[in-house]
């Protein structure tokens, strides 16, 4: 037979303190359990595998040292062994993004919700990013792109997949099947808003290759109701943001994108976007009065440009 690979169970450790002179019990003898009465509780080292002594009740002078796997007694306890967990160093993020809000001011955002720790590297010239950050991104992840994110020996990029990371090791994904499925669900929803900014805003996309066809695209859009599936969310969920109580990572991406618009719709003198959809704007003002990102709307990072004026951006 081969041998057990059981582990032998640790020793217990009792706790005698409530045992007191008197007191009555039962003690084993020969694997016979007895009626007895403390007569006396030990705290001398010397008796420390034994330290109380019974005298058992009907057999007049036989006395013994006994230790606590040997009696019986409400009082006789169980002492709990101390642990103490290791404390978790708290998490550190670094996370690399152009000098705009863009995408970046949804992860700056979360950081700050959130007080966590982070280096946030702005990258204001094409130098900065191809030539001395990516060589070094790309020896972590062969997917190296904007925008990227490491922790720990960790280095994740693409925005999704960044921020379904984040949702991860902060627990914002949502609480429960329901809420995570949604809240990936709207992660790709709002992506494909950001794409139609995207669109409308840089010539290179050559969607709106003037400024002319840019304003045209611009009433389109805004006339087309781009956050009409969001306000039907709002309605069915009847929760203050899009996947329960609190916030999620899409409920961050979302109110940038709503924040963009408004701005975007301001700067073409465009009616207010909130008009038909009530829900939205309800939750637009009460992320943004959120005392946790206070700090960071007084910031220069939510004063960026929205978008990449270098190159060339009608709405930056």
Not at 107 to 117: L, P, S, T, V
Not at 135 to 156: F, R, S, V, Y
Not at 214 to 236: D, M, Q, R, T, W
Not at 288 to 299: C, E, G, I, N, T
Request: glycine fraction near 6%.
């Amino acid at each position: 037979m081969a041998p057990s690979s059981k582990k032998a169970a640790a020793p217990k450790v009792y706790d005698y303190s409530d045992l007191e002179k008197g007191m009555k019990l039962q003690a084993s003898s020969d694997g016979t359990w007895y009626a007895a009465e403390v007569v006396t509780v030990s705290t001398a080292k010397a008796k420390s595998k034994a330290p109380v002594k019974v005298s058992y009740i009907g057999y007049e002078g036989y006395d013994e040292w006994v230790g606590g796997d040997r009696l019986r007694s409400k009082a006789l306890k169980v002492a709990k062994k101390e642990t103490t967990k290791p404390e978790r160093a708290p998490l550190e993020f670094e996370f690399g993004y152009w000098g705009i809000r863009g995408l970046g001011a949804v992860f700056r955002m979360i950081f700050e919700y959130k007080g966590a720790k982070y280096k946030d590297n702005q990258y204001t010239g094409r130098e900065d990013w191809f030539e001395r950050d990516k060589p070094k991104i790309l020896e972590k992840n062969p997917l190296a792109n904007l925008p990227w994110l490491t922790c720990g020996n960790d280095t994740i990029c693409q925005t999704n997949a960044c921020l379904n990371y984040l949702g991860s090791r902060l627990r914002m994904s949502g609480g429960g099947y329901k809420a995570r499925q949604l809240n990936e669900q709207l992660l790709c929803e709002i992506y494909d808003v950001r794409n139609t900014m995207i669109d409308m805003a840089y010539p290179f996309k050559e969607v709106c290759r003037t400024e002319e066809e840019h304003k045209a695209k611009v009433v389109k859009v805004l006339e087309g109701g781009p956050f009409k599936k969001f306000e039907a969310i709002l309605e069915k969920g009847n929760t203050d943001f899009f996947c329960g109580k609190t916030p999620c990572t899409s409920d961050f991406h979302i109110w940038e994108m709503l924040d963009q618009h408004k701005m975007l719709a301001e700067k073409h003198a465009q009616a207010d976007i909130f008009t038909s959809i009530p829900k939205c704007k309800a939750f637009y003002d009460k992320f943004r009065a959120l005392p946790q990102l206070q700090k960071y709307f007084d910031s220069d990072s939510y004063k960026l440009p929205v978008n990449n004026q270098a190159a060339g951006a009608y709405f930056a």
